[in-house]
């Protein structure tokens, strides 16, 4: 009888461990979760868009001309922005580690929501804050094809074309895929610059 009691509390004891090892389990996973390429390269992306947004109403009000040296500062932004996001993920994230595919990956990822808030500040720049704007610019492209001494046949089928792509819609979208392929450009060289592969036996041969 004394042997069956014993063998009972033993069965007890081992079940409780084995329910309170399988209760740290989730908690140890819950407390540490692991954030995603994409879910940190919106938060960066979200700023870049921002700042972008912001840089360009700043020139308009300073009354920056479209051809001044002033613009291109855009592309410091969106170069900064992928940086920033790249090694946010390598360093507070992947444990000082990405890979050129996670790096690259992660300045599209940016590049790609930032255009999103490029394009809708196109589309509402130019509908509501600033409409003369495109004719605006078709009467600099007509002044520039004048200078150029092209005669008014050859002006007239110029200033047809750039109409047809200086529409609001037109104009949103090719801020949109402009912003993302100069973004992926810029990403392809950060990315070399900012990987750093894990190279250590447990990396190599994980367990």
Known sequence: MLLVLHIIQYICTNKTLITMENTDEPKTMETNPKVSVFKNSVKYGL????AYILLCLLLWA?????????????FIVL???VILATINYRNKINDGFISYGKALATGVYVCVIAGVLVGIYTYLFYSFIYPEGIQEMLDLAEEQLVEKGFSDDMIDK???MTRKFSSIPIMSISS??????????????????LKKNDNSFDATFPQ
Request: glycine share 10%.
């Open 79 to 81: 170069i900064v922005g």
């Open 47 to 50: 700023y870049t868009g921002i």
């Open 158 to 160: 110029q200033l047809s």
């Open 176 to 193: 949109f895929i402009g912003t993302i392929i100069w973004g992926t450009i810029f990403s392809l060289v950060t990315s070399a610059i």
């Open 62 to 74: 300073l009354n920056v001309p479209k051809m001044s040296w002033l613009n291109y500062l855009t």
